[in-house]
């Protein structure tokens, strides 16, 4: 089964920001990057707090990635039963951390070709299922990921930013594979 590995040496480009920060953590950063959607083809939430403060605020991500753990260490029980919603359906998939599997890559593709709000649960890491998400998110959608201590990224989803993300991801190989 392919994946992808984050080598050390893209460590440092992964953490430049691919869309704009918006400072804070809660309901008031969540109010300002809603008031900036503009009607997105699709809303992506990336993240156990970026889900839980959308969803506080009314608003259903069309997919969100969660992993139960915030900040490495498990998130609060308000937070794990805050990121589940009716409307999800729910999707339990394995990626280690610091690594894309194929499953992650085929079930990110089926939620963007779902018409119901889709929950994909990760054991082990969600941070890396941002990229997937924006090289494979249509066109005027956008993908929201936390930064922890700083706040949330909302990435507008360009031709030109699937580009530059699907080249990022083809540059991530594991060790064994080389």
């Known amino acids: 089964m392919k994946r992808y590995c984050l080598p050390d040496e893209l460590r ?3 953490r430049k920001l691919h869309g704009e ?9 969540v109010k300002q990057i809603m008031s900036d959607l503009n009607n997105p083809t699709k809303i992506i939430s990336v993240g156990d707090i ?5 969803l506080n605020a009314g608003l259903i991500p069309d997919i969100s990635f969660v992993d139960d753990r915030t900040k490495r260490g498990p998130a609060s029980d308000n937070v794990m039963h805050g990121t589940k919603h009716p409307r999800f359906k729910t999707i ?7 690594t894309i599997t194929e ?3 085929h079930e990110v593709k089926r939620a963007m070709d779902s018409g119901n709000p889709v929950r994909i649960f990760i054991k082990g890491e969600e941070d890396l299922a941002a990229l997937p998400a924006i090289a494979m998110a249509p ?3 956008v993908v929201i990921y936390g930064l922890p201590d700083e706040g949330a990224v909302l990435v ?8 530059e993300i699907q080249s990022f991801i083809d540059r991530m190989k594991c060790k064994e594979e080389e």
């Open 103 to 105: 499953e992650l890559m």
């Open 156 to 163: 507008k989803v360009t031709d030109k930013k699937k580009k």
């Open 12 to 14: 440092a480009e992964l």
């Open 92 to 98: 339990t998939v394995n990626n280690p951390p610091g």
């Open 21 to 29: 920060l918006y400072r804070g953590d809660g309901p008031d950063t």
């Open 139 to 141: 066109i005027s959608s």
């Open 50 to 54: 970026v889900t839980f403060n959308l």
